[in-house]
């Protein structure tokens, strides 16, 4: 049973270029949750998901963000015009349910705006 | 507001001492807590969790405890091993209010193991 899947691990974007980030989740894990982590802090919350469906959003900035969890294929998180803050690691998370249940994170996908 | 932080960022020991990681939160309808070990370039990795009807739990060379009263959650290593170094974060999860999944992280503490 593979664990959640992330990629790119690695993406360098130009300011003003579109991001996708993608997340598989594990097997039989239909929530899905995006945490962004900033160098030597820890994670935010972004947004979490079940699928085709966008639960919490209160972490999501209002503009530029967006992220979806289709019925087939991965979630995707998408920033759209880049700029240098938002370089950071992008962590995705799934559980089996909502609440009180362990969420299994991914590695990460490294975003680098140059 | 919600908040859970550490008190310390870094944690010195010896390989075999017992170390242990400090955690306040703010929110005392918090209902649910865990522990993460994020290596350098990886994920958080889960260690162990507790719930609010819990003052202990105990797991493979590890230990959390709560403290409703004051707020407080701690990790204890048994025997700390090089591999132990890392960065610990304590997370709240589900605050009485709403039950949506949404984490809410610490600062994390660095655990520096000396050989």
């Known amino acids: 049973n593979a664990g959640v899947m992330q990629n790119p691990r690695h993406l360098v974007r130009r300011r003003g270029q579109e991001a996708r980030l993608r997340c598989s989740p594990m097997?039989?894990?239909?929530?899905v949750y995006w945490y962004r982590q900033l160098p030597e802090e820890g994670l935010k919350f972004m947004v979490y998901l079940q699928k085709e469906n966008i639960i919490d959003e209160s972490g999501m900035p209002k503009e530029r963000f967006s992220a979806e969890f289709p019925k087939e294929g991965p979630s995707i998180l998408r920033i759209q015009q880049v700029v240098r803050g938002d370089s950071a690691a992008y962590f995705c998370?799934?559980?089996?349910?909502?609440?009180?249940?362990?969420?299994?994170f991914g590695q990460g996908t490294r975003l680098t705006v140059v | 507001g919600e908040s859970v932080g550490l008190h310390l960022p870094t944690l010195s020991v010896q390989e075999g001492d017992n170390s242990i990681i400090n955690c306040a939160y703010s929110n005392s309808a918090s209902d649910y807590f865990i522990w993460y070990k994020q290596e350098s370039g990886k994920g958080p990795q889960f260690i162990i969790d507790?719930?609010?009807?819990?003052d202990k739990r105990q797991g493979q060379r590890v230990t959390v405890l709560l403290n409703k009263t004051v707020k407080h959650l701690s990790l204890q290593i048994a025997a700390t091993q090089p591999g132990d170094s890392a960065v610990y974060f304590c997370?709240?999860?589900?605050?009485?209010?709403?039950?949506?999944?949404?984490?809410?992280f610490g600062q994390g503490t660095t655990l520096q193991v000396k050989p």
């Open positions: 998370a799934s559980s089996t349910g909502a609440g009180n249940t362990e969420a299994f």
């Open positions: 997370a709240e999860n589900g605050n009485g209010r709403s039950n949506t999944g949404k984490l809410i």
């Open positions: 507790i719930r609010s009807n819990m």
């Open positions: 097997k039989g894990h239909s929530h």
